[in-house]
């Protein structure tokens, strides 16, 4: 949902950090898991961050064949929805903004742009994948940041708006309609490239695994016949943690929060969520941690709940059964759903 590096504000320029990730995953240590199976754990840097992968299986040559299939098909399915990869679709549509152009989509930036769409209509426009308009914010580890000014933030802000996202599910299509807009998919396609990495496992035969991608959790079985442990951090402390939730089964734990990626000037902290009404850092929350069963459960809620705060969260989990939140406001207060208060663990 990215201890905490120091912002190195320098005379006359501030660079963006990257923090820790939002949940800490517990002794997933390597060694042999019950009678007769392997443990196995392997890190690659794709989608911007650091993805980790443990899984168990009767060999150590069987689970890196599977592991190695999982990494791939992550790896495919970033390269297409990354604004930041030149060759990529999502790339492709944004160089293609204004020009009445359709370019041809697989199916899985299809749904992830579905998704994106839909979350834009129940979040009365909350979630937008067309914050990729407002290029002027820089977030990414080491670059140089600084506020726009006003003026670039309303020059920008003109080319936010899904509507001008134009989708033909017949053809398989996707067009912006006007020059200037831009995608960012990073708040919406990160957790299904994840659970297609899962997939691959579980086609592989894998019964127990975990992949945490830069704090976003998916977990399938357990941890050496015990559940998984994931620690959630403190917002404002992430030296520390809030409690510790054990998982096993099947399900998603993901995290969003203004920590991950920052910066100050003139003693305000400026993050990587952007509120899309107002083309600046969100004010809703300090940091969410959203937890189901399946990720088209919560896919895409962190950023809404980072901009609604806690009013808006609690009225959406009311209406979503199997849906737990714990939400720390930009006052420190935490508010939580039942089913997370009461797993969560000292």
Known sequence: MKDRKPTCELPSRRRAVKA??????LGAALQPAQAGLQQRRESRLMLGTRV???AQGRSQLWLAEAMDSAFAEMARLSASMSRYEPGSAVSAINKLAGTGEALPISAELM???QTGADLHARTDGMFDMTVGSLKSWHFEAGSVASVPSAAVLAREQRFVGSAGLILDTRARSARLARAGMALDLGGVAKLPILAAGMQVLRDQGVKNALINGGGDVLYLGANQGRPWRVGVRDP?????VLGVLPLAGQGVLAASGDYERYFFEN???HHHVLDPKTGRPSLGAAGVSL???DVESLNGLGAAFMIGGRE????WVSRTPGLQVLLVGQDQAIWSTPGIKDALQS
């Open 267 to 269: 003693g305000q902290r």
């Open 236 to 240: 404002r402390r992430p030296q520390r």
């Open 20 to 25: 820790l990730p939002a949940l800490l995953v």
């Open 52 to 54: 980790d992968l443990v």
């Open 291 to 293: 937890w189901a069963r």
């Open 111 to 113: 749904a992830v742009l």
């Open 312 to 315: 808006f969260a609690r009225d």
